[in-house]
């Protein structure tokens, strides 16, 4: 193939630029002009559409405010199997997991605290386009983190770029390439609790062409009664490159995901028996299913300091879940749903001196469109019974954002920026046979979010920044659409509004000697946030808007150099051993104010007080050992009355092993040593005194290890 000639190629051209500047070395200079001959480099360095992560770094100088970028490299030292393994340690970034196979929620800034087993508040994207079902929801186990070379975090409004509109922000996940993965690899992990996974990928570049080709298939028993779980995913990425300039992606995802769900326990039985599972998701045989599909393109043109970006997708979702059900309290009962979603990106930046001095300015555009066709059905011990529901739903999402950055001297520069959007949620109820009759009814909503920033480079690595902005979030169906409390059980619709914040924010990140460091400060002040609470009497109320509520917190990273060269000498990192410290610790101080219920207590369900630690010798020959450590530091509310609490907890672990891009890698990695009992996922509720002992906590796993090997060529 023509991609090995082009190695050889520029084997040859290096070996020969390496002797001509060593006999350059040998010549007296002269005052004489010296021309030497054309040399072409054939090769493809990079893509466009899915840059390197160093292109990504990049952007610390253009972002006012909390961004990370965060690379599979310390993945691939463990265990590689969702989305815990992908983004930990990302300071002011907090998941949950049910079953500890899948991320069920996750949390920045306070957003998504209350959404159920699909996250909200957070917008997903691949390769800048959005994942997101059409409300803002998401499912994560679509994608398989062993295709991701990197993820760019981008908290609260520094998502603008990518039309993120929520208090939370956006994480863009950017998939390997032929240009950047391995021509063949294979992994092979097991583990703990029946865990086996293995994932095979291949990659390169013909000519203008290069694709690249995974498929993981994963199986796991479960740490809990109830929670076997089995994935198969394919995911392909196709690229051509027109010419220098422009470049075109195609991307297709297929997913199928069977999972049995074993519900949430009191906290009694948590401390007791974390094992077990509640039960009647044994006796109704909770669990959940669906096949998934994905196509998408993307093009990308760059010349000249001139960036545009235009991509499409569509996917398609059949799902089937068992859930809770009783006569008297449906709920959702057994669910099967079939979804199709369409999505169109559009965004430029241009690069040009205003005034004399630089200038970026990104415009685009986000439309996403879902419609979902439900049906609920009584659950009769696992079986299929009769109608409860039947509905289809159409979500509509546009934002559009322009944003501008001027450099009003060389290291200072002004953000500013503005976002418009619209969202429609039309709801047609199709089983009118009910008390409350028909519940259709459509909601269009309109926003703007400001946005105004200052950074200060005082070098290529280090900035201090401040901004302000807005914030814009439309309910989703599972906000507004639920079964009522009887008498004579029924689905209803509740109109909400959007929940909207203003958020304040400075900080400071940067590179000097041993030390890096990420830290920022913010205080967003939110109204009509959407919550489930209960009203003066204790009456569940469903999802309402909070009229107002604030959250404030620190994201905080410090990486340390504590020795270097120890039993290796060497030039630098790269040549040298070296033994590092890698921190974070993340405040949640989240409020609600002057609730007339609820009054200033604190708001239940995400810990107050992360901190997250790593340290790991590594050496150059790839060897790598050292412990690790994911402490909630103090217990915190599950209730908005702050009655009842989830306890601190400390995991402490360990990974050692042998990690090579060619060749044979092997890994052993040990989790929750000291076997604690914790709850890894809490759900929010209005009040934790009643009823009594509420069924509210979900065990994390106790102690457990894991091994893997790999082979890349």
């Not at 051509?240 to 470049?247: A, F, G, P, S, V």
């Not at 959940?288 to 993307?298: L, S």
Request: charged share 20%; glycine share 10%; net charge negative.
């Amino acid at each position: 193939m023509k991609f090995f000639s082009t190695i050889v190629v520029l084997s040859i051209v290096v070996m020969l630029l390496q002797i001509d500047s060593a006999q350059s070395a040998e010549v007296q200079p002269t005052n004489a002009p010296t021309e030497l001959p054309p040399v072409t480099v054939v090769g493809h360095p990079e893509s466009l559409t899915s840059p390197s992560p160093d292109q990504a770094a990049k952007q610390k100088t253009q972002i006012p405010g909390g961004f990370s970028v965060q690379s599979s490299d310390d993945m691939h030292q463990g265990r590689a199997s969702n989305f815990e393994d992908l983004l930990h340690g990302t300071p002011g970034l907090f998941l949950q997991s049910e079953n500890e196979s899948e991320v069920s929620k996750i949390s920045m800034r306070g957003s998504g605290i209350d959404s159920a087993d699909e996250p909200l508040g957070v917008e997903f994207l691949l390769d800048g386009m959005s994942f997101q079902q059409g409300d803002g929801e998401v499912i994560l186990e679509d994608f398989d983190v062993d295709t991701i070379k990197y993820a760019e975090v981008y908290r609260g409004a520094n998502a603008f770029q990518y039309g993120g509109l929520t208090l939370g922000g956006a994480i863009n996940l950017v998939p390997y390439t032929g240009y950047d993965s391995a021509p063949f690899q294979a992994r092979l992990e097991a583990g703990s609790y029946g865990f086996v996974r293995g994932q095979a990928s291949a990659g390169g570049v013909d000519g203008p062409f290069d694709y690249y080709t995974s498929v993981m298939g994963r199986f796991r028993e479960g740490y809990r009664d109830h929670s076997r779980e089995n994935t198969e995913l394919l995911f392909s990425d196709f690229g051509y490159k027109i010419n220098d300039n422009l470049e075109n992606r195609l991307y297709v995802m297929v997913d199928h995901t069977d999972r049995e769900l074993p519900g949430a326990l009191t906290k009694e039985q948590l401390d007791k028996n974390p094992t077990a599972a509640e039960t009647n998701a044994v006796a109704q045989d909770w669990d959940k299913e669906w096949i998934y599909f994905r196509f998408a393109d993307k093009l990308s043109y760059e010349k000249d300091g001139q960036q545009l970006d235009a991509g499409i997708y569509w996917w398609h979702r059949d799902l089937r879940e068992n859930g809770f059900f009783a006569t008297n309290d449906f709920q959702q009962g057994i669910q099967t749903y079939n979804s199709d979603n369409l999505g169109v990106n559009l965004d430029s930046i241009s690069r040009n001196d205003v005034f004399g001095q630089r200038n970026i300015l990104s415009i685009g555009l986000v439309a996403a469109m879902e419609r979902e066709a439900d049906h609920n059905f009584a659950n009769d011990d696992g079986q299929q019974g009769p109608t409860i529901a039947s509905d289809v739903e159409l979500s509509v999402n546009i934002p559009f954002y322009a944003q501008n950055q001027h450099y009003l001297t060389e290291q200072l520069s002004l953000v500013t920026g503005i976002q418009l959007a619209y969202a429609l949620r039309d709801f047609v109820d199709r089983f009118n046979d009910t008390v409350d009759g028909d519940q259709s009814r459509a909601q269009t909503f309109y926003g703007v979010n400001p946005k105004v920033g200052m950074i200060y480079e005082f070098n290529d690595k280090d900035q201090a920044f401040f901004n302000f902005s807005g914030s814009w979030q439309p309910p989703s169906f599972d906000n507004m659409v639920n079964f009522d409390d009887g008498p004579g059980v029924s689905l209803v619709y509740a109109p909400l509004q959007p929940q909207e914040a203003y958020t304040v924010e400075l900080g400071t990140r940067g590179e000097q000697g041993r030390f890096d460091w990420d830290l920022a400060l913010y205080h967003s002040w939110v109204h009509n946030e959407l919550q489930d609470l209960y009203d003066a009497l204790g009456n569940d109320r469903g999802d309402v808007n909070v009229h107002s509520a604030y959250h404030q917190g620190i994201e905080a990273a410090l990486g340390i150099d504590l020795l270097n060269s120890i039993f290796v000498k060497g030039k630098d990192e790269k040549t040298s051993d070296h033994l590092k410290l890698d921190q974070t610790y993340t405040l949640n101080d989240f409020h609600f104010n002057n609730d007339p219920v609820y009054h200033d207590n604190r708001l239940g369900g995400i810990p107050i007080h992360l901190y997250e630690a790593d340290l790991m010798y590594e050496m150059p020959c790839g060897f790598y050992a050292g412990p690790n450590v994911q402490c909630n530091l103090t217990p915190y509310p599950v209730d908005q009355q702050n009655l009842l609490n989830a306890d601190s907890y400390e995991l402490l672990g360990f990974k050692i092993g042998l990690q090579r891009a060619k060749g044979f890698s092997v890994f052993v990695e040990a989790d929750n040593l000291i076997g604690e009992r914790y709850a890894s996922s809490v759900d929010p509720i209005p009040n934790g005194a009643s009823p009594a002992n509420p069924q509210v906590f979900h065990p994390g796993d106790g102690r457990s290890f894991y091994g893997g090997v790999a082979w890349s060529w």
